[in-house]
């Protein structure tokens, strides 16, 4: 008997367990989902917080941490930001677009530093029907043929024109070398606008005197170099990431070769001056945003919390271009009174002369923004501003 009475009881006891388990799960609450029904709006935040680029995902992240703060309601909600690590990586930055939409359920999307990122993640969202803000990814790929991509930054085609111009009209260039990283969709577009547009202005088509490769990760390019050296060029055009640019000019100025190097907005990462030291004294590239030049109440704004959060620092451009997009796809959650994805996505297009930190923003046609270019210089070991390029609108 007593062997049974405590089977019976056993069996009790898992059966009790058993419903309170199931009850517990269904009573707990559940997350906002894409449709925005709950307590909780949540954007998604994919960037290289590891790897070779995580430096430039780290700065893009403090925009959009600042931006949250400042902003972190909407429709009377709280705006949850959910960030996933893409590690510097085109098939994780695949898997975390893919978690972002399929566990984690948000409503829109912001990321990522580097195009390459960008565009692997690019028919997930698409096909996912979740609206994404890329910051700073330039390359023009990443919102081809794809109605949710959206960015708040210039393109390439663009920053191609605006440093063959420098090269060919400050500089005095009459030949370029290009120096570009191979397994980088951004390098490898931004030289090829850059080429196109140098060959265009000095009516040469063989203009461009060597062109030399390498892969993200590389730490030597003392052969490239020497065989680019014997080809004189007037300038080098190296844009890419801005470890191995740094590696790159200090290998340059140690081989003897004293004629400027020019690159694009990569380059503006404190890591740039901190491994390429004096090395990088000089170096001009193209950007997005300087703070010397504050140019809409947003501006002034961001500015002001960055400064108070961060004593004694600037930001850099694509700082202010995370926080841009967070800010844009509150306006457009704002405008569609709705967080469903779809309403978000069809009120980001509709964009038109947003006052962002970074400037006015109007999405074109492909969800590209139409933006001015800036141009700095490393001089005395910091960031400077040169020069303000205006789009052609």
């Known amino acids: 008997m007593r062997k049974v009475a405590s089977v019976l009881v056993s069996a009790l006891l898992i059966g009790a367990l058993a419903v309170t388990g199931c009850g517990t799960q269904t009573a707990a609450p559940s997350s906002s989902g894409s449709s925005g029904g709950g307590d909780v709006i949540k954007i998604g935040v994919f960037e290289p917080m590891t790897g070779a680029n995580a430096a430039g995902g780290a700065l893009e992240i403090e925009g959009i941490k600042l931006a949250n703060k400042l902003y972190p309601e909407v429709l009377g909600k709280k705006v949850e930001l959910v960030t996933v690590d893409n590690k510097s990586d085109k098939v994780e930055a695949a898997s975390?677009?893919?978690?972002?939409?399929?566990?984690?359920?948000?409503?829109?999307?912001?990321?990522?530093w580097g195009s390459s990122l960008s565009m692997a993640a690019g028919d997930?969202?698409?096909?996912?029907?979740?609206?994404?803000?890329?910051?700073?990814?330039?390359?023009?790929?990443?919102?081809?043929?794809?109605d949710?991509?959206?960015?708040?930054?210039?393109?390439?085609?663009?920053?191609?024109?605006?440093?063959?111009?420098?090269?060919?009209?400050?500089?005095?260039?009459?030949?370029?070398?290009?120096?570009?990283?191979v397994s980088n969709d951004y390098s490898i577009g931004l030289a090829k606008f850059f080429t196109d547009s140098f060959k265009q202005l000095t009516g040469d088509q063989n203009?461009?005197?060597?062109?030399?490769?390498?892969?993200?990760?590389?730490?030597?390019?003392?052969?490239?170099?020497?065989?680019?050296?014997?080809?004189?060029?007037?300038?080098?055009?190296?844009?890419?990431?801005?470890?191995?640019?740094?590696?790159?000019?200090?290998?340059?100025?140690?081989?003897?070769?004293?004629?400027?190097?020019?690159?694009?907005?990569?380059?503006e990462t404190p890591e740039f001056i901190d491994i390429g030291k004096d090395a990088v004294e000089g170096s001009?590239?193209?950007?997005?945003?300087?703070?010397?030049?504050?140019?809409?109440?947003?501006?002034?704004?961001?500015?002001a919390e960055y400064?108070?959060?961060?004593?004694?620092?600037?930001?850099?451009?694509?700082?202010?271009?995370?926080?841009?997009?967070?800010?844009?796809?509150?306006?457009?959650?704002?405008?569609?009174n709705s967080a469903e994805p779809v309403k978000i996505k069809e009120q980001l297009a509709k964009t038109k002369d947003?006052?962002?930190?970074?400037?006015?923003?109007?999405?074109?046609?492909?969800?590209?923004?139409?933006?001015d270019a800036v141009i700095k210089q490393v001089k005395n070991g910091k960031?400077?501003?040169m020069d303000i390029v205006k789009s052609a609108k």
Request: with cysteine; charged share 20%; aromatic share 10%.
């Open 307 to 336: 400064r108070k959060a961060n004593p004694g620092k600037e930001p850099a451009a694509v700082t202010a271009l995370g926080y841009d997009a967070y800010i844009v796809i509150l306006d457009a959650i704002k405008k569609a």
């Open 148 to 181: 949710f991509y959206f960015r708040v930054c210039f393109i390439d085609p663009f920053q191609g024109k605006v440093m063959a111009n420098y090269a060919f009209n400050k500089l005095n260039a009459k030949k370029v070398a290009i120096v570009q990283e």
């Open 96 to 112: 975390a677009a893919s978690r972002l939409v399929e566990k984690e359920k948000v409503n829109a999307i912001i990321g990522s």
């Open 207 to 267: 203009a461009i005197v060597g062109v030399a490769n390498y892969n993200t990760g590389d730490q030597d390019f003392s052969a490239q170099l020497t065989n680019l050296k014997a080809n004189n060029p007037d300038v080098i055009f190296a844009p890419g990431n801005f470890t191995e640019s740094a590696l790159l000019i200090k290998q340059a100025r140690q081989l003897g070769i004293k004629v400027p190097i020019i690159g694009g907005d990569t380059w």
């Open 284 to 303: 001009v590239f193209s950007t997005f945003f300087t703070s010397e030049k504050p140019i809409t109440p947003e501006s002034e704004k961001f500015l």
């Open 354 to 371: 947003f006052p962002g930190a970074a400037g006015m923003i109007t999405f074109d046609e492909n969800g590209d923004a139409v933006k």
């Open 383 to 385: 960031f400077t501003y």
């Open 124 to 146: 997930i969202v698409k096909n996912a029907k979740v609206p994404t803000v890329a910051a700073s990814a330039t390359n023009p790929l990443v919102t081809k043929n794809n």
